[in-house]
C-alpha cells in the first residue's frame, strides 16, 4: 500500500485510555504491542473512562480477558470486577443465542428456505475460536426478499414478537418497506433479539442475495453446521457495515484486524468485487484506519484516483470522533454527532447518483410513520406528506439552533 497523503490527525490526540483499549482488544497480543500497554501504564489511566469506552465499543469480552492475562497491577479492581461480570453475561448469552440460531435455522431448512447467518456467534468463533470473545445483542439472518413473508410468519408462529414499528403492516406498507429498507427486527420469551435482513445493507453499496448464496461457506457450531458468508464476502460486508456506521464501534475495525491478519484471503477477489461495488475508496479508508489503530501494515494498494484516495482520507479522519466518542447512536437525530455523521454520510455516498439516492431515501416514509398515523392504503400518498413535514420541521430545527449559536458567539 502507497504512502497515504497526510493526513489532518495522529495517534497522539488519540486518548491513552482508547489507545490501551484498542491494544487490549486484539488476538494474540504481540511482544512490541504488550511494550506499548507497558508504556502507556506508566502514565495515568482514568479506568472509569476506559470501562464506558470497552462497553461502548463492545470489546469488552477480550478486553477483560487480556487485562486478566496481563495481570495489571494499578488497575481499578472495582472496574476488573465490572468487565468481569459483563464478561460472564456475554459468555452466557452467547450460548443461547448460538442455540437459538441453530435452532431457527434447522427448522427454516426444513421448510427448504435458504438463510445465510452474518455476524453473531458464527462470525466470533471464526475470528476469535470463542463465540463468546465478540459480544452480540442480536442475532442476524440473511435471505431472499422472495420468502421474507414466509420466515416472518414462521417466527410470529414460533414465538417471536416483530418490533412494535413494524407490527400490523398493510400490503402496501410492507412491500414499501422491503422495497427501500433491509430487515426486520424480532423478540423472543427469553429475551433474544432476531434481526431479519432481505439484503446486507440498505444503501448504495449491496450485494444481492442470489450473489452470495452459490459462494456461501459452512461453519460447524455445536456439531451443526450453519450457512455463513464467504472469507472475502465477508470482508466486503464488515467494511461496508462498520464505514457505513461511521465505525461508531471500534469492535467492527478490530474484527477486521483480525480477518486480514489471521486469514488466508484472496485479495484479486476481494479488490474486484469492491471496484464493481465503487467502494474501493471504503477499502482505502480502512487500511488508513488499520495503519492507524494498530500499526497494521497494508500489503495491498487499491488502484484509486486522486479523488477517490482523497475522499478515503477525510473519511478516516471523519470517522475518528466516532471511535472516540461514547455517543453510541450518531446517526439519530438530537445526538452529540448528529451534524458530523450527515457530513459523513454524503461523502461516503461518492459520485452524483449515490448522492441523489441518499437524499431521497430520506423522503420514504418508515415504520414509524405506519404507526404514527393509521391510514387505509387508499390514503397511502398521505405518508408522504407527513414524512416530509417531520423531515422538514427538523431542518428547519436544526438550522434555528445554529442561527441562535452564531449569534450567541458574536455576542460573546
Known amino acids: 500500500m502507497k504512502k497515504s497523503s497526510r493526513l489532518p490527525y495522529h495517534k497522539a490526540i488519540l486518548p491513552i485510555e482508547m489507545r490501551l483499549?484498542?491494544?487490549?482488544?486484539?488476538?494474540?497480543?504481540?511482544e512490541e504491542q504488550k511494550k506499548i500497554i507497558g508504556r502507556l501504564l506508566q502514565r495515568p489511566v482514568d479506568w472509569d473512562s476506559f470501562y464506558q469506552m470497552a462497553i461502548k465499543n463492545r470489546v469488552y469480552p477480550i478486553v477483560y480477558k487480556n487485562l486478566k492475562r496481563f495481570a495489571i497491577e494499578n488497575m481499578d479492581?472495582?472496574?476488573l470486577k465490572e468487565l468481569e461480570d459483563?464478561?460472564?453475561?456475554?459468555?452466557?448469552?452467547?450460548?443461547?443465542?448460538?442455540?437459538?440460531?441453530?435452532?431457527?435455522?434447522?427448522?427454516?431448512k426444513k421448510q427448504?428456505?435458504?438463510?445465510?447467518?452474518?455476524?453473531?456467534?458464527?462470525?466470533?468463533?471464526?475470528?476469535?475460536?470463542?463465540?463468546?470473545?465478540?459480544?452480540?445483542?442480536?442475532?442476524d439472518i440473511l435471505a431472499s426478499p422472495s420468502d421474507i413473508t414466509r420466515i416472518d410468519k414462521f417466527l410470529l408462529e414460533a414465538g417471536y414478537t416483530k418490533d412494535c414499528n413494524a407490527k400490523q403492516l398493510s400490503i402496501k406498507q410492507e412491500t414499501l418497506l422491503i422495497k427501500n429498507f433491509h430487515h426486520f427486527s424480532y423478540r423472543n420469551d427469553l429475551g433474544i433479539?432476531?434481526?431479519l435482513h432481505w439484503r446486507l445493507l440498505g444503501n448504495n453499496y449491496d450485494i444481492p442475495f442470489e450473489d452470495l448464496l452459490p459462494r456461501k461457506s459452512e461453519i460447524v457450531l455445536f456439531g451443526k453446521s450453519l450457512p455463513v458468508l464467504s472469507k472475502e464476502d465477508n470482508l466486503i460486508y464488515l467494511i461496508l457495515h462498520g464505514s457505513g456506521h461511521a465505525w461508531k464501534r471500534l469492535r467492527w475495525i478490530c474484527d477486521i484486524y483480525e480477518m486480514v491478519k489471521n486469514n488466508a484471503l484472496d485479495w484479486n477477489i476481494i479488490l474486484q468485487r469492491a471496484k464493481e461495488l465503487e467502494m474501493l475508496h471504503l477499502l482505502e479508508q480502512t487500511m488508513i484506519l488499520l495503519k492507524i489503530l494498530f500499526r497494521y501494515k497494508a500489503t495491498i494498494n487499491p488502484i484509486l484516483t486522486k479523488h477517490d484516495r482523497r475522499i478515503a482520507n477525510e473519511l478516516a479522519a471523519l470517522s475518528i470522533p466516532f471511535i472516540t466518542?461514547?455517543?453510541?447512536?450518531?446517526?439519530?437525530?438530537?445526538?452529540?454527532?448528529?451534524?458530523?455523521?450527515?457530513?459523513?454520510?454524503?461523502?461516503?455516498?461518492t459520485g452524483a447518483d449515490k448522492k441523489i439516492h441518499y437524499f431521497v431515501s430520506h423522503l420514504i416514509p418508515n415504520a414509524e410513520d405506519f404507526q404514527e398515523l393509521k391510514l387505509q392504503d387508499s390514503c397511502f400518498f398521505?405518508?408522504?406528506l407527513l414524512h416530509f413535514y417531520k423531515l422538514l420541521k427538523r431542518c428547519t430545527a436544526i438550522c434555528t439552533g445554529k442561527i441562535t449559536n452564531f449569534i450567541n458567539t458574536r455576542k460573546e
Open 112 to 139: 427448504d428456505i435458504e438463510i445465510i447467518a452474518i455476524k453473531g456467534p458464527p462470525l466470533a468463533f471464526y475470528l476469535y475460536h470463542d463465540i463468546s470473545m465478540r459480544a452480540s445483542r442480536d442475532l
Open 382 to 384: 398521505l405518508y408522504y
Open 325 to 349: 466518542g461514547l455517543d453510541d447512536v450518531p446517526e439519530i437525530y438530537g445526538h452529540s454527532l448528529y451534524g458530523n455523521y450527515k457530513k459523513y454520510m454524503l461523502k461516503w455516498n
Open 86 to 108: 459483563d464478561y460472564k453475561k456475554s459468555h452466557f448469552d452467547a450460548f443461547l443465542q448460538t442455540n437459538e440460531l441453530i435452532k431457527v435455522m434447522e427448522l427454516l
Open 193 to 195: 433479539q432476531l434481526e
Open 21 to 30: 483499549l484498542i491494544l487490549c482488544s486484539v488476538q494474540d497480543v504481540s
Open 77 to 79: 479492581r472495582y472496574i
